[in-house]
């Protein structure tokens, strides 16, 4: 006969177990494979407790469904502004049948600058809040071939203490609202090589509202508010091919393009055609 101090004690480790299995997250493998595909250029998701620890981007998988991140670059910038700056971003896939994928995504940039009298800001503060928000649908052709449609609207807000200068940028590009086409295609030449081919289009660009807020020589007070035309980033573009190598957990990307910058995560577009280079590297697991 079991006493009942022993049927508990067994119950109570059953249940441990139990809950053991559920919360330690299965091994996850990065190669290319049908459940686990490249997020940056397409609808994907990471999966369910997948983590992304890279250079540029830092990912975690709430669900199969659902991605939260990060870019570095922003907070990098707190010891030299000595003011806040931050990014984060989140993912929703709403449709993942047959092939077909579709998410939307939200990222959202703070910057801020005090004391600055250099370049296009003179002598005072400046923020800026930067929203791109896109639209994606991928298609899964067949095991070797993958398509994405891209669709992305950057919305900024721009505020400064002490005078903006007309034609203001932000870290060297022009303060932006956009609309921003992105073709993407990606060709699996085994589970750890893919190519990529990536478009980049702007068929339309308008004229951001900015306010400053600054004090005259005699102390009075002015309030200025404008526009910065965005008339010469219309008609930008950028084609772009790369290779992505994708082992158990190290993934590499190298690419080559040509065409107008389009700064990643902020989308902020630099309406100056030159070669452009794409490196980045990260942990997935």
């Known amino acids: 006969m079991v006493s009942a101090k022993v049927r508990f004690r067994r119950q109570s480790i059953a249940w441990l177990c139990l809950w053991g299995a559920l919360l330690v997250p299965r091994t996850a493998r990065s190669f290319h494979t049908e459940d686990d595909r490249q997020t940056d250029f ?18 975690a998988g709430i ?4 991605t939260i991140g990060t870019y570095t670059a922003p907070w990098l910038m707190i010891p030299f502004t000595g003011a806040f700056n931050g990014s984060i ?26 004391d600055v009298s250099a370049g296009d800001l003179e002598d005072g503060n400046f923020h800026a809040s930067v929203l791109p928000l896109s639209a994606t649908a991928s298609y899964v052709v067949n095991p070797v071939w993958t398509q994405s449609l891209d669709v992305t ?12 200068k007309e034609n203001s940028a932000v870290f060297g590009a022009g303060l932006q609202r956009t609309l921003q086409l992105t073709a993407s295609a990606e060709l699996r030449l085994s589970r750890i090589v ?7 289009y702007v068929p339309w660009a308008q004229a951001v509202s900015f306010s400053s807020d600054s004090t005259a020589a005699d102390g009075t007070r002015v309030w200025v508010e404008g526009e910065i035309a965005g008339e010469d980033l219309r008609n930008s573009w950028m084609l772009q091919m790369g290779t992505t190598f994708s082992w158990a957990r190290f993934n590499l990307q190298l690419g080559i393009g ?9 989308r902020f577009v630099g309406a100056s055609k030159a070669p452009i280079p794409d490196f980045d590297f990260f942990f997935r697991f």
């Not at 609207?153 to 903006?164: L, Q, R």
């Not at 893919?194 to 980049?200: G, I, P, V």
């Not at 040509?258 to 902020?266: N, R």
């Open 42 to 59: 397409s609808a994907f998701t990471l999966r369910r407790n997948q983590l992304r620890l890279g250079l540029f981007q830092q990912e």
């Open 194 to 200: 893919a190519l990529n081919l990536l478009a980049r």
């Open 63 to 66: 669900a199969n469904w659902w």
């Open 89 to 114: 971003y989140t993912k929703l896939k709403f449709v993942d049948l047959h092939g077909f994928a579709a998410s939307l995504r939200a990222n959202y940039f703070i910057f801020n600058l005090r």
């Open 153 to 164: 609207w950057v919305e900024t807000i721009a505020h400064g203490s002490g005078g903006v």
């Open 258 to 266: 040509y065409g107008d910058f389009f700064v990643p995560g902020i």
